[in-house]
């Protein structure tokens, strides 16, 4: 009865933003951004690639309230790069990723089905069954 | 070299089953974060077509109305062309209309002195969908009933005015595409990311998954060490519909819908391009993300890295993320 609406897991409340950023004052080259309306999907995601840069030094996110669909991802660099450029440069690495493995995806799917097929008609003459 | 990777290093597929109902292939030389935000994404975030509302204008079968209604939700209508509705709630319509809804009659009375079934395919659609395919009860049974919503005796009927809807599978269960993902990494335990169980004493008498095992790289060597730096790199998927769209489909839309996801958090960070300005106002996941615009269009995969290109200091990486591979298509549109 008090449940909230499931589709307040995904679509943007009235004049919310994807993505907040706030510096962290207290530590340099560290910025907390907060994403409204996303969970462990694009967390996770982010914050294990963003380690896998060099001028990662620090990269973690926190779901504050499992009722609440919005993550924490903090990140800190060495100073040679900004902590949003970062994100934005690991979203891209990743569609690039994604990009590669469609089209591999696609030429292997497409192999894979003339093969499968071609298996099953000579499957079904050599039943006899013409 | 693995003599499975032809590749190379380069993110690869290979398939050990494609059929119309499944998709079983492994993805070489990935990584965990992508793999598992593409099964997380293909499972609550690919949008189809379901049942969502049911005005029920007879019913004097056995079963109460909402008991009905659930059932209904839960058949599995064709979503191949689900991209020409509109969400329901990005539609001027009010209520619903046929730019965003697709609506099923379900009319049945019993007047033999049989029981009778009513099927899937008794429901037929009454309205103006975009497309021939979309709505259609997903048939793939032999006799080509579908699944069995009600039994009627004599005299009893139902009469029932289904409106389908479009939604993701994170607002219901019901407009999930896939009936189940399978996925795996690491069949040999080399990892050690698992604690496994086992009965008795002797874990090495536990059956293992051999031919899975094999395709992984084999079994280690008895007196291999523990590799501390190893990180998984190939996984198998198992992506099984339930009809409404292909295996391929799923994991086509998956990938895409994942960029896509990705598009919008660079759009919002770097504030460029995006076709609708700002994100102000309560919209779908899909619906906003400006991926057709300057920064986000691969300039052809012929002709030099793409824009997303760069391999950008990935620790010990030498694979050429974003590299073209040499010979696919130079005329994709897009991604």
Known sequence: MNAPDRFELFLLDEGQKKVDQKDETRVPNTAVFTFNKEDHTLANLLSQRLLKYPYITFSAYKVPHPLFATFELRVSTDGSITPKDAIVKCCKDVIGDLDTLNRSFTTEWLGKRIVSEGDAERAARERGDY | ?335
């Not at chain 2, 509302?53 to 209904?72: G, Q």
């Not at chain 2, 198998?236 to 769209?245: K, P, R, S, W």
């Not at chain 2, 990705?262 to 309560?282: K, M």
């Open chain 2, 1 to 335: 070299m693995d003599p499975f990777d032809v590749e190379g290093g380069a993110i690869n597929v290979r398939f050990l089953e494609a059929n119309p109902t499944r998709a079983h292939f492994i993805i070489q030389n990935f990584n965990l974060e992508t793999a598992n935000s593409l099964r997380r994404y293909m499972l609550a975030e690919i949008p189809t077509l379901a049942i969502d509302v049911v005005e029920v204008l007879d019913n004097t079968s056995v079963l109460a109305d909402e008991f009905i209604c659930h059932r209904l939700g839960l058949i599995p209508l064709n979503s191949r062309g689900v991209d020409d509705l509109l969400y329901s709630r990005d539609c001027d319509c009010e209520g619903y209309c046929d730019n965003c809804s697709v609506v099923l009659t379900l009319n049945a009375k019993c007047t033999g002195n049989e029981i009778m079934k009513v099927y899937a395919r008794d429901l037929v659609i009454t309205s103006n969908p975009p497309n021939d395919a979309v709505g259609q009860p997903v048939i793939t049974d032999r006799e080509e009933q579908g699944s069995c919503i009600v039994k009627l005796r004599k005299g009893q009927a139902i009469h029932m005015r289904c409106i389908a809807k479009k939604g993701i599978a994170k607002e219901h269960a019901k407009w999930a595409p896939s009936a189940a993902i399978g996925f795996e990494y690491d069949p040999a335990n080399k990892l050690h990311h698992l604690d496994l169980w086992y009965e008795g004493d002797d874990p090495k008498k536990e059956p293992v998954d051999q031919e899975r095992i094999n395709l992984d790289g084999g079994a280690p060597a008895e007196d291999e060490p523990f590799d501390y730096d190893a990180v998984p790199t190939r996984f198998f998927f198992d992506v099984e519909t339930v009809g409404g769209l292909d295996p391929d489909q799923i994991v086509g839309r998956g990938i895409k819908g994942l960029q896509e996801k990705l598009a919008q958090v660079i759009h919002e960070l770097t504030g460029t391009g995006g076709p609708e300005g700002d994100f102000g106002g309560a919209q779908s996941p899909t619906m906003n993300g400006g991926y057709n615009d300057a920064g986000y269009t691969t300039p052809g995969y012929g002709g030099g890295a793409s824009s997303w290109g760069g391999n950008g200091g990935i620790v010990g990486g030498t694979t050429p993320y974003g590299q073209p591979t040499p010979g696919y298509g130079q005329d994709k549109p897009g991604w």
